[in-house]
Each structure stands twice: as structure tokens, then as C-alpha cells.
């Protein structure tokens, strides 16, 4: 139950260490002068009942709780016991000397129950009050990004087959206790018995009986309460892990693999090296240096379109109209490039790979004839066949070999000559004149003008990282990790509007 909001008020001896302790010029007192705390409570109340449960924590000041915990990049435990005894912490909390501290539990269930919904309102909330302060411009966006690392050990095969089978049976235990404890006994049997075995051997008991298992999980009975029962949700989710462990034992060559059984939703990718986690994706105003959008995906997702994604999550809730968006080599990508320009308008500033000078004649030297479905070589010849590439969005056009094999034109054409059924095979991509359109603009002072504005957005990434512990996973699951980053970018923009509006209106230290 969420009682009405009262503002702090603490007693004058209180109020006289504050003025003692508290510097003016503190940077919590000038966080509480130039953000407007008050009206985030709105968009937390949402996620109250106003008159069902025990009278709850004030929201605001878990809200709080979390900031100075990520701008300290402090864990739950660590921030409530450094609020015990920080004089600051407990002015900008609104707490007495005497006044009780809630247990590092209810940041727990604090974060759960305002979920990815309300945190990300937070976020934009913030980006809204520096847009009224008239920091926040749309010229220009800068779009990055960076790993992050799961919290999770990669298990080998084997391993990960017995981490889904013992979740399994811990969730099931709930409703079948009984059958439950067979199956753990029957689990530690298997061991036993493929003890010394191969891999091979140990992986197919494990999986058949992983197979058995989840069979027996799917007939259990519904129970009346499932929409709300958790420890039902619970089990539904670690079936769904088994059935994907399963699926992906049967298909090695399958991509976006499950890597640990405790999150399920970390997927490998590369960043450099390797690693296993998500990927943080960002867009910062280049004026302000404020972040605008944020997201979070599996590692090894689609990157480039995520732009659009971004964009997406800014103009839903502030409806402007961004009129450049500066991306590095990925955005490179035709489908985002046609979105871009000719869909929404948005000049797109994206640096094209380098192009290879072989020598030969490029897919450009031959004409096409999209009635016929023809490729015109230099020589006049025609091509004999066409396929297409849905995936590569590619249209490819091959000619005969005998008819290349005798081309007067041939070493202007191919490094040598064809030995098989076809002679040289051109692609025409789909995206040419947007493609076309992004290398035209490299020579250009104004490419050269917004590529110097990109840095920034590598400092801002620095940043996070460095500061706000955002390069390691805190939570297990895409959602929370999701959080989590919402927060640093929160904690981050607050920092820089704080920074920004002191050259505006700074804060009287002997006032």
C-alpha cells in the first residue's frame, strides 16, 4: 500500500549537523536544486496499490536509494550500510539521525516491481527536464556501442545439459515433490553409472533423461493461479530452457546457442575478443552529451537496426525530429540507410568500408536488364542465370563459361580463367544508391564535421564503463541487465545536467 507523499522533515538538530556537515555546494544538494525529484514519484505510483499490503517504503526514496548507489557503483548492502553513517546520503534521502534505513532487500523488490517499463519512463523523464531546460537539441545523434559481460560461468555441454535438468526438477519439485526426488536420485544414478565414460556417452544419458523429464514436467496440472502463481512462471521458464538445451544438443551448428542455464538469455558474440553476455546500445545528443536512448540486446544481435529502435524509444515519448544520426562502420547497412533517408527523413553520416581496387571490372560495368532478368558484361555478352539472395539481398548473375573462357576482355574480367560449369558471377545488391549515396558524402566538409563530433560518444561509453561498472552484468536475465544499464545512463545524465545547468545558474555556497 502506498501511503501519500510528504515532504521530508526532519528536526532542527538535524537540520543544524546538515548545515554543519552538508556543504553548500555539495554535489548532492546541487542534484536536488537542478533535477526535480518530486515529479518522478507520479510515474513510480503506477506501479503501487493505493490501498492492498503493508504501507510500503516512500518510492522516492528508493528511487534515490538507486541513484547515489550507481553513481557510487556501490551494491545494495554496500549503499544502505554507507547511509548509516554519510551525513550526505542522509540529507538528499530526507532521513534524520534517528530514522530507520530499509533493509538492502527492498532495493531489490524495489527494482522489480518498477521493472524495464518504469525505469526506462524514469530515464526519459530525465531527458524531458533537460529538454525544457533547453539543453537537449535535435541536430544531431550519435549512436554506439559497447559489450557487456555476463554473470555467468560458460559451462562445458555436459555441464549445461545437468545445470537445465537440476532447475528443472527444483521448479517441479513444487508440484510434484515426490517424483521430483526420484528423478534427483535417478540423476546422481546416471552419474554413477557414465563415471569414466566418454563425452559422448555422458552427454546422450544426461540429455535422454533431461528428454524424460521435461516430458513428464509438461503434463503436470495447470494450477487455477497460474497467471499469478510465480513459482509456476518459474517452471514454465526452466522448461523452456530445457527444451532449447535439447533442441541445440540435436543441431550443433545452430547459432545463438544457449550458454548457461542460470541466464539463459546471454548469448556469445564478439567485441574485439570473444565474450559472453549483451550488448549495450546508446544514442547521445552531441550538443548536450546527455544520452537519449538506450537498449539492450543478446550479444550477436542485429546492431545495426537497433538504430532504428533507439530512434524509436526517443521521438514515442518526446516526438521531435532528429535531422542527423552519426554511426560507425555498422551502420553501414542498407536496410537502415533506406529506413533512415527515405522512410523517416534522417540524414544518415556513416563511414563505408574501404573498397578494394583489383583492377577488374566491377559489378557497376555491367548493365542491367531487370525485365529479362540479364547482366550485360563490357564485352556485350549476356548472362545466362540468375538466382537470388534473400539473405545477402543480392541478385546474382552468372555467365557461361565458354563464353568467358574466349572473351577477348577476360584478364580485365577474372584473375583466371573459369575451370567450372559458369564463368564470372556478378552481384547486384538491392541497396546500391543508398550505398552509393553514403560514399558520396565522405568528401564532403560537412561528413568531416559531424565524424569529429563522434568521439564524444566513446567518452560517454568510457564513462559507463569506468565509472558505473557498466562493462559487468550486476543481474542474471536481458531485463535486468537492461535495468541496470538504464540506471547508469540515468545516474550519467543527471551528472551532466547538473554539470550544465551549474554554468547556467550555479548554486550560492554562502548563501
Avoid at 518504469?118 to 537539441?137: D, N, P, S
Avoid at 552531441?286 to 538506450?294: G, H, K, N, R
Avoid at 544508391?433 to 565524424?451: G, M, P
Amino acid at each position: 500500500m502506498l501511503r501519500p507523499f510528504l515532504p521530508a522533515v526532519v528536526s532542527e538538530a538535524d537540520q543544524l549537523i546538515f548545515d554543519k556537515l552538508v556543504l553548500r555546494d555539495h554535489y548532492l544538494r546541487r542534484a536536488e536544486k537542478h533535477i526535480d525529484f518530486p515529479a518522478l514519484r507520479k510515474t513510480l505510483e503506477a506501479h503501487y496499490s493505493a490501498d492492498e499490503g503493508r504501507p510500503a517504503d516512500e518510492p522516492l526514496m528508493l528511487l534515490k536509494f538507486e541513484f547515489i548507489q550507481y553513481h557510487d557503483n556501490l551494491s545494495d548492502r554496500q549503499v544502505i550500510n554507507k547511509a548509516q553513517t554519510d551525513v550526505a546520503y542522509r540529507w538528499f534521502l530526507g532521513l534524520g539521525m534517528d530514522d530507520d534505513l530499509p533493509v538492502p532487500s527492498s532495493l531489490t523488490k524495489f527494482r522489480g516491481r518498477v521493472g524495464v517499463e518504469g525505469h526506462k519512463q524514469i530515464f526519459q523523464q530525465i531527458v524531458g527536464q533537460a529538454r525544457e531546460h533547453g539543453l537537449v537539441k535535435d541536430r544531431l545523434r550519435i549512436k554506439d556501442a559497447t559489450h557487456v559481460i555476463a554473470d555467468i560461468d560458460v559451462p562445458s555441454t555436459v555441464a549445461l545439459v545437468a545445470h537445465a535438468r537440476d532447475r528443472l526438477l527444483a521448479t517441479a519439485g513444487h508440484f510434484d515433490a515426490d517424483r521430483a526426488k526420484g528423478e534427483h536420485a535417478r540423476a546422481e544414478a546416471v552419474r554413477q553409472s557414465t563415471d569414466g565414460a566418454s563425452d559422448n556417452s555422458r552427454l546422450l544419458a544426461r540429455l535422454t533423461h533431461l528428454t524424460e523429464i521435461l516430458e513428464w514436467t509438461s503434463e503436470l496440472s495447470v494450477p487455477d493461479d497460474a497467471e499469478t502463481n510465480s513459482r509456476w512462471w518459474q517452471l514454465t521458464k526452466a522448461r523452456d530452457v530445457a527444451a532449447k538445451v535439447l533442441g541445440e544438443a540435436d543441431n550443433p551448428k545452430a547459432t545463438g546457442r544457449t550458454r548457461s542455464a542460470v541466464d539463459p538469455d546471454a548469448r556469445r558474440g564478439r567485441h574485439g575478443d570473444w565474450f559472453d553476455g549483451y550488448v549495450l546500445d546508446v544514442m547521445i545528443d552531441a550538443d548536450s552529451e546527455l544520452f537519449t536512448s538506450i537498449n539492450v540486446f543478446a550479444a550477436g544481435g542485429d546492431e545495426a537496426l537497433d538504430t532504428l529502435e533507439l530512434l524509436d524509444q526517443e521521438q514515442a515519448v518526446h516526438g521531435n525530429e532528429i535531422e542527423t544520426v552519426s554511426i560507425d562502420g555498422v551502420g553501414f547497412n542498407g536496410p537502415l540507410l533506406r529506413d533512415l533517408e527515405t522512410e523517416r527523413n534522417i540524414e544518415a553520416i556513416v563511414p563505408p568500408p574501404a573498397e578494394r581496387n583489383t583492377g577488374l571490372y566491377t559489378p557497376d560495368d555491367f548493365e542491367e536488364d531487370l525485365e529479362r532478368g540479364q547482366l550485360t558484361c563490357p564485352a556485350g555478352e549476356t548472362s545466362q542465370s540468375r538466382q537470388r539472395d534473400n539473405k545477402q539481398e543480392v541478385t546474382v548473375y552468372r555467365f557461361p563459361m565458354a563464353t568467358c573462357a574466349s572473351c577477348p576482355l577476360l584478364k580485365h574480367c577474372m584473375q583466371k580463367p573459369p575451370e567450372k560449369k559458369f564463368g564470372r558471377t556478378v552481384r547486384k545488391n538491392d541497396y546500391k544508391a543508398e550505398y552509393d549515396h553514403a560514399r558520396e558524402k565522405i568528401t564532403t566538409e560537412h561528413y568531416a564535421s559531424i565524424r569529429s563530433e563522434h568521439p564524444k560518444i566513446e567518452r560517454k561509453l568510457s564513462e559507463l564503463v569506468n565509472r558505473h561498472g557498466s562493462r559487468r552484468a550486476r543481474y542474471r536475465g536481458r531485463w535486468k541487465v537492461f535495468v541496470q544499464q538504464c540506471l547508469s545512463a540515468t545516474v550519467a545524465n543527471i551528472k551532466r545536467i547538473v554539470k550544465l545547468q551549474d554554468a547556467i545558474d550555479p548554486i550560492a555556497v554562502f548563501s
